[in-house]
């Protein structure tokens, strides 16, 4: 069994490369990978996946056989957004409780996350979600703009 889940931006949405000052170290380092995103796959057809986790249940038992693994990176979709095209992922095994797991084996794995998260935003893009996503920043930047850029403390 795969479990997947994952926070995604669309890099078309990202209006602004600036940080803020007072941020924390981890939005920071959000910041600087989502405009290093940018920079390598540009804005269009390209969405940044980030708190990304992908579990491997490879045994029928509850805690033996699991390998999980976080990612974040890039997603390329077709010009039509309606297709995985390429993923750009950084993955690092977090979690294991395999005696039995070499060095291979984990790498095989971690191209496999790569394999599974393109086949999970297929999906993703299916469910409808991707365009949820746009349209709730589509609105987000309106009323952003109505109030001058300017939307409150929680964003």
């Known amino acids: 069994m795969v479990q997947i889940s994952f926070e995604c931006i669309p890099l078309r949405t990202v209006g602004r490369f600036d940080i803020p000052l007072d941020a924390s ?3 920071q380092q959000r910041c600087e990978r989502i405009k290093q995103a ?3 796959h540009g804005q269009h057809n390209s969405y940044f996946l980030h708190d ?3 579990e491997f249940r490879l045994t029928n ?3 033996l056989g699991l390998l999980r693994f976080a990612f974040a990176g890039t997603v390329l979709t077709d010009t039509a957004d309606l297709k995985t095209r390429q993923v750009d992922l950084e993955i690092a095994l977090v979690g294991e409780s395999c005696d039995w797991l070499t060095r291979d084996v984990a790498t095989w794995f971690e191209e496999t996350v790569r394999r599974a998260v393109a086949c999970e935003f297929d999906h993703y893009i299916a469910a409808g979600d991707l365009t949820k996503t746009k ?5 987000l ?3 952003s703009e109505a109030a001058g850029g300017f939307l409150g403390m929680d964003l």
């Open 25 to 27: 170290p981890a939005f």
């Open 38 to 40: 940018i920079e390598t």
């Open 52 to 54: 990304g986790s992908c």
């Open 61 to 63: 038992h509850d805690t």
């Open 135 to 139: 349209e709730r920043i589509a609105a």
């Open 141 to 143: 930047q309106r009323e």
